[in-house]
């Protein structure tokens, strides 16, 4: 999981330092989108597989495919080639964090894996504290292509304790059948649907035919996407874990929350720079609160669950006041910067607030034997979503004054237009943060619908469960 999160940070602070290498700087985002492509459409595709043939093997498949992918990277003698390693690099690092969840499920019952936030969460600590400051050290006094090879050691480290630490996790192996037709048209049509997020308004305008034909072809494969699973013998997202409640419900709520951390990540930058004038280091430092207040939200939510038998109302009320904390940017979007890194503060407790009681509620509603395809599915709906609340915002900021942030690189580069007055700059935001608001609410009504079922006290809910829903 180190290995996942620090790729997600220590990556964006060389990604200037890289276009000047290659002299390149109109495909430069392509470094960031070939990432994100391919390990969101993988994501369900290894948690299908390691529910099938087990997590070791997948995760040690994952861990190559990745190294490989940093390898190629490294060694790239041209943007094309980089981009392509990214391409690999993210068909290995989209089963990283589905295969990690689905082994704490093997391993931990869900009454007791509030215990264990505090070690996934200081993962997530380490890795966004050290990694933009590691990235930066590293493309500004070493080569780019360090960052990389960086990530051979650690996925051969990985790779050796995961060889032998996960020969302890119980197998569930069964009798299969790989959906392949059902796979290859979720992974088209996923791959279409974050082309148009990613391309419109900044490659091409949100009404060009370009970007109007990607969606229509992306509404048509998933629809073809949907006829197909409904009438095959064993699909490959089963419909009995669609059709799980909390399953449905709860997918909601995280894509929401953690589609609001990520656009305000994306935003929140430009929005200390061009209304209180901060410069972009300063910028950076300002967004650590949202950045590291995820972990502790996290954890005070894991911590509950070990305790309270309503434990899904820690994140409701702390989604609450992260809630009202935005909604006082929308009416005074023009308060002190350290009043704006107080509510990004709350921000990143709300929306950490959420993770483990959804995850862990999904693990703890589903069959044991389908937990992989679970969280892989829960991960693919949370980065389709992450796209679609940035592509809002990105809209959002297009249509008022004319900007075209790079989406999905840490710090977007971007200048206003000569024409574009303080008062429309403030305007612009205050619309970012109500989407946000929205966003959030409708996060926080799915997480009170969903179901609140007894968390077990152990790993499986029976010792074999021959169920027809469990059989699909």
Request: charge should be neutral; aromatic fraction near 8%.
């Amino acid at each position: 999981m180190f290995l996942g999160a620090l790729n997600q940070t220590i990556v964006a602070t060389a990604l200037p330092t890289i276009g000047r290498a290659f002299d390149d700087f109109e495909n430069l985002s392509w470094v960031v989108i070939a990432y994100l492509l391919t390990s969101t459409v993988v994501a369900p595709l290894y948690g299908k597989l390691s529910d099938i043939y087990g997590r070791r093997g997948m995760m040690l498949v994952a861990l190559g495919v990745f190294m490989a992918g940093s390898a190629a990277c490294a060694a790239a003698p041209s943007m094309l080639m980089l981009i392509l390693g990214r391409g690999l690099q993210g068909i290995g690092g989209g089963g990283i964090v589905p295969l990690t969840q689905s082994i704490i499920a093997d391993a931990v019952p869900p009454r007791e894996r509030g215990y264990y936030q505090a070690y996934t969460g200081s993962v997530w600590i380490i890795a966004g504290a050290v990694g933009p400051v590691l990235g930066g050290v590293i493309a500004d006094h070493l080569n780019w292509s360090l960052i990389f090879w960086l990530n051979v050691p650690l996925c051969l480290i990985g790779a050796l304790l995961s060889n032998r630490q996960l020969k302890r996790v119980p197998q569930h192996e069964r009798a299969h059948k790989i959906d392949l037709t059902g796979a290859a048209l979720m992974m088209v049509s996923a791959i279409t649907l974050l082309l148009a997020l990613t391309w419109g308004g900044t490659r091409y305008p949100w009404l060009s035919q370009q970007i109007v034909g990607l969606v229509v072809a992306a509404l048509v494969l998933s629809a073809a996407f949907i006829w197909w699973m409904l009438r095959a013998p064993e699909p490959f997202l089963p419909i009995s874990v669609l059709n799980n409640p909390v399953m449905r419900v709860g997918s909601i709520t995280t894509a929401c929350t953690q589609g609001v951390n990520i656009g305000l990540t994306i935003y929140v930058p430009l929005y200390y720079e061009l209304v209180h004038g901060l410069s972009a280091s300063d910028s950076g430092l300002a967004l650590i609160p949202i950045v590291m207040m995820t972990t502790p939200g996290s954890y005070l939510s894991g911590r509950a669950m070990l305790y309270l038998n309503r434990y899904k109302w820690v994140p409701i009320l702390m989604l609450s006041i992260a809630t009202v904390a935005v909604l006082a940017l929308v009416f005074d979007p023009l308060m002190p910067v350290w009043a704006v890194a107080v509510v990004m503060c709350l921000v990143g407790m709300g929306t950490g607030s959420s993770y483990p009681v959804v995850t862990v509620s999904i693990q703890n509603a589903i069959a044991h034997q389908q937990i992989g395809v679970a969280m892989g599915a829960m991960n693919f709906f949370r980065a389709l979503a992450s796209a679609f609340v940035v592509a809002v915002m990105g809209a959002i900021m297009l249509a008022d004054v004319g900007l075209a942030p790079q989406r999905g690189a840490a710090t977007a580069i971007v200048t206003a237009a000569v024409n574009t007055t303080g008062d429309e700059l403030v305007r612009t935001f205050v619309h970012i943060f109500a989407v946000a608001v929205l966003f959030l609410v409708i996060g926080i009504v799915a997480l009170v619908i969903m179901e609140e079922r007894p968390l077990r006290t152990t790993v499986l809910a029976t010792p074999r469960d021959t169920s027809p829903e469990a059989a699909e």
